[in-house]
């Protein structure tokens, strides 16, 4: 079986347990190619990435290159470009991005289309129900192969409508959601009829994190916070809290990694209220510099407003720091209060404070004794190659290249015509 990754960007930084989901499908014996609509925006420093972008084939090419894919397929097979188009129309008028973007959505499916075809292409899967997965169905529609996706949150549910992801979920052979939560939430938002094809499938950890040795946590108060600094992580919020806590005099450092649209707002407020010994900002970080970090602090904390089910969690817990977060979204599936971390109301600034607090009375065995119980919890339910073992099941089940209503002649003609055309699909890029 031949399975195409689709993604809008890849490599992407903050997305790296996709990398890792492929390279754990591969170890497997599926044949993964990996497509992405656009290249990365952002320079690609981790070495992994940087392998993972010479295996990765982009589709957006010239303006000319891509009227000829489109004017190719509405000439061979008109009638499935007319349905395409028109459930172009159908989702285009409702959506956030408006029609015109939904057009250049079927623009490049036609480029999908020409790319599945001339790789014998079984099945195309991909990660969030956004403008990715947009293109796969439309991909489908003009009788490309059968599409799954991988639903996250919290933006897909920030606005199901205006993305159409009833429409997505009713055209795909399956949908995995990363958490109970999410498959809660996607149960809302699609008929009953549809509820048998969404599947929980976790995000995970390879080796680099299960197999680590124990690394004993630093005598240092140390707080670790991972994350793109912007609203929903709640790094505000956090700065308060630790202005209360410095107040009272106690001695602690937190760290945060990251780099976002908020970073001037955290750093006046952390200038403002005087934090300079309490908080540091360190920007990106590659996936090792991460690690180091984690692996320097006593407990990771991020205490979001909205989230899916942040990975750097299992990360954390893997390593034996135990978490620090909020009531919301699958968190509390895996992070249990007094078992593996702490959980707090969302928003609350004085129940944050209290927990830092707590973290900061409880004596180092206790929280060692956290992380433990934590890496014991990833192991066993967010494991990158038992959960990549579960995907593969999914493909195996539901994957079917369906080249709808066509001749096989008609199909072996289009694939002849496409191999010619590949080289022009995206090709490799050096780093």
């Given at each position: 079986?031949?399975?195409?990754y ?47 972008l ?8 010239s ?98 409508e ?67 600094l ?74 979001s ?13 893997a ?27 969302s ?8 927990a ?56 072996r003609s ?18």
């Open positions: 079986m031949k399975i195409a689709l993604m809008n960007q890849h490599p992407y930084a903050s997305c790296t347990f996709i990398r890792r989901e492929i390279l754990e499908l591969e170890k497997q014996g599926i044949n993964v190619t990996r497509f992405s609509i656009r290249k990365p925006e952002l320079a690609i420093t981790d070495v992994a990435d940087q392998q993972e010479q295996k990765t084939q982009f589709i957006l090419g303006k000319l290159d891509l009227l000829l894919n489109v004017a190719r397929v509405f000439a061979s097979r008109p009638r499935q470009f007319l349905d395409a188009l028109r459930l172009t129309y159908k989702t285009g008028w409702k959506s956030d991005r408006g029609l015109l973007v939904n057009l250049v959505y079927l623009v490049e499916a036609c480029a999908v289309l020409r790319g599945c075809l001339a790789l014998g292409i079984d099945h195309v899967h991909a990660h969030f129900g956004t403008n990715a997965t947009a293109v796969a169905m439309l991909c489908r529609a003009l009788g490309g192969p059968s599409y799954s996706f991988t639903v996250h949150g919290p933006h897909e549910f920030d606005k199901p205006a993305i159409a992801l009833a429409e997505k979920i009713r055209h795909a052979a399956f949908v995995a959601a990363i958490s109970s939560f999410t498959e809660s939430q996607l149960f809302r938002w699609c008929d009953y009829l549809q509820w048998s094809k969404i599947h929980i499938v976790h995000c995970g950890v390879d080796e680099l994190f299960l197999s680590q040795s124990f690394v004993p946590l630093p005598a240092e108060p140390r707080f670790v916070c991972v994350g793109r912007g609203e929903q992580k709640g790094h505000l919020l956090l700065v308060e809290a630790v202005s209360q806590l410095a107040a009272e005099g106690l001695k602690f450092k937190v760290v945060l990694v990251g780099d976002g649209p908020l970073r001037g707002q955290i750093e006046r407020a952390i200038d403002t209220l005087k934090l300079h010994d309490h908080i540091e900002i360190t920007g990106w970080a590659t996936n090792a510099e991460v690690q180091q970090q984690i692996l320097q602090a006593q407990v990771m904390v991020l205490p407003f909205a989230e899916g089910l942040p990975v750097v969690f299992m990360e954390s817990l390593l034996g720091r135990p978490v620090l977060s909020t009531y919301i979204a699958g968190i509390p599936e895996l992070v249990e209060p007094g078992e593996c971390g702490w959980l707090v109301p928003g609350s600034v004085s129940a944050l404070a209290a830092l607090r707590q973290v900061l009375q409880t004596p180092l065995s206790e929280l060692e004794r956290l992380g433990q119980n934590g890496a014991q919890r990833v192991a066993q339910f967010h494991s990158a190659s038992l959960e990549a073992e579960r995907l593969a099941k999914l493909f195996n089940r539901y994957a079917t290249h369906s080249v709808t209503n066509e001749s096989h002649e008609k199909h289009d694939l002849s015509e496409s191999r010619e055309a590949a080289s022009k699909i995206p090709s490799q890029v050096s780093s």
